[in-house]
Every structure is written in C-alpha cells, then in structure tokens.
T-cell receptor
Framework: NAGVTQTPKFQVLKTGQSMTLQCAQD?????MYWYRQDPGMGLRLIYY???????DKGEVPNGYNVSRLNKREFSLRLESAAPSQTSVYFC????????????????FGAGTRLSVL | QKEVEQDPGPLSVPEGAIVSLNCTYS??????FMWYRQYSRKGPELLMY????GNKEDGRFTAQVDKSSKYISLFIRDSQPSDSATYLC????????????FGKGTRLSVIA
C-alpha cells in the first residue's frame, strides 16, 4: 500500500517554463489537496478537491491550475513558472475508508522539490 | 490574527527532557485537533488525533486540548534524538472532507 505518491521528487525549471506535478493515492479517498511549504510560512493550501469532479481555490492559488483526473489522481500545473514558485510541494488526501479512522485526517506524499531559476 | 498560532522555535532540548509544544487558535468552533510530525525532507505524518477537549495518550506522547482557552499542547516524555523533527498542529470544524487549518510548525532538536 503506497498511500500518496508524488512525481517527480525533484525538478529544476527556467522562468517561463511549464510543468505538471502528479499525485496519485491508492486509499480510495474522496478528497485531495495541494500545498506548498516555504521556510517560515508553514503549509499553505493551493487548491483542493473535495470530491471527484470538483476543485476549489485555497489560500495561494495564483499561478497554478489543477485537474482532478479521476478519484485517484490530482495534478497541479504551473503554466509559466516564476522564481516565487520555488518551493516544496505536497499532495495530500483524506476520506473515511476501512484503513482510516476519520475522514478529516490528511495523509501526505513525500513532496516535490521545485526550483525555478 | 492568524487562525492558528504556533511558535516556530527552534527548540533544542537534551535527551530525556520533557517537551511541551503548543498552539493557540481563534475559532472557537474548531472541534478536531491533530498533531503531525515532519522529518527533514519528508512529508508530514499524523502523530495524534483528538476530538473536543481532554487528554489523549499514546506511548511517550500526550495531546491535550483546552477549548475554553483555545489552546492545545503536545507533550513528549523522555525525549529521544529520533524525536527531532518539525511538529505541526492542525485543526478543523467538521469531521468531513474540508481542509485542515495548520500552524506553521515548531522545529524540535533533541540533543544526545
């Protein structure tokens, strides 16, 4: 049981390039989330998807787009990367299943370290 | 005022010490409280989960919620170097699939 899997683990981009961060969960969770984590700023929510077919903005959505491809997968796209988007990105999921004790507990992936030069 | 305030530290203690980590919050409607532990270059992982006020113990860890003061604590007894990590508090209103509100995290170092 892999939990939440993020790819890639590391990425270096030049300003203006685009890329998509991938996230997949195998826990049959309904909800998925994208955060960025910067020193001194904690975890900041970018977008989330409460259920398949829905997405909502979080605290810092500007410069990002998301796609809830199916129940398992939730991708984050940077259309034109900027140095301010240098960060560690975490995907998380939540939902009440046999394997989880409460549906508001979030389970995190290992993160993607992104540098924009 | 941020919804959840957490002292970022860093906090450095000797091995065997009792550690107290704290968060305050402003929304009295929060009912579900969690502590996550994040090792360096890893994702956060759930450490403790509590509902409403009271204490919950799990081995060397005790989570305490005081809703009247809007204050939650995590105590670590007999701290070990392996406890060195960043600890994030998190909370929300509902048991449903709504985003958690996180503190910024406290960085803890336990020195052998």
């Amino acid at each position: 049981n892999a939990g939440v899997t993020q790819t890639p683990k590391f990425q270096v981009l030049k300003t203006g390039q685009s890329m998509t961060l991938q996230c997949a969960q195998d826990m049959n969770h309904n909800s998925m989330y994208w955060y960025r984590q910067d020193p001194g700023m904690g975890l900041r929510l970018i977008y989330y998807s409460a259920s398949e077919g829905t997405t909502d903005k979080g605290e810092v959505p500007n410069g990002y787009n998301v796609s809830r491809l199916n129940k398992r997968e939730f991708s984050l796209r940077l259309e034109s990367a900027a140095p301010s988007q240098t960060s560690v990105y975490f995907c998380a999921s939540s939902g009440l299943t046999v394997a989880t004790i409460a549906k508001n507990i979030q389970y995190f992936g290992a993160g993607t370290r992104l540098s924009v030069l | 005022q941020k919804e959840v305030e957490q002292d970022p530290g860093p906090l450095s203690v000797p091995e065997g010490a009792i550690v107290s980590l704290n968060c305050t919050y402003s929304n009295s409607a929060f009912q579900y409280f969690m502590w996550y532990r994040q090792y360096s270059r890893k994702g956060p992982e759930l450490l403790m989960y509590t509902y409403s006020s009271g204490n919950k113990e799990d081995g060397r860890f005790t989570a305490q919620v005081d809703k009247s003061s809007k204050y939650i604590s995590l105590f670590i007894r007999d701290s070990q170097p392996s406890d060195s990590a960043t600890y994030l508090c998190a909370m929300n209103l509902h048991s449903g699939n709504t985003p958690l509100v996180f503190g910024k995290g406290t960085r803890l170092s336990v020195i052998a």
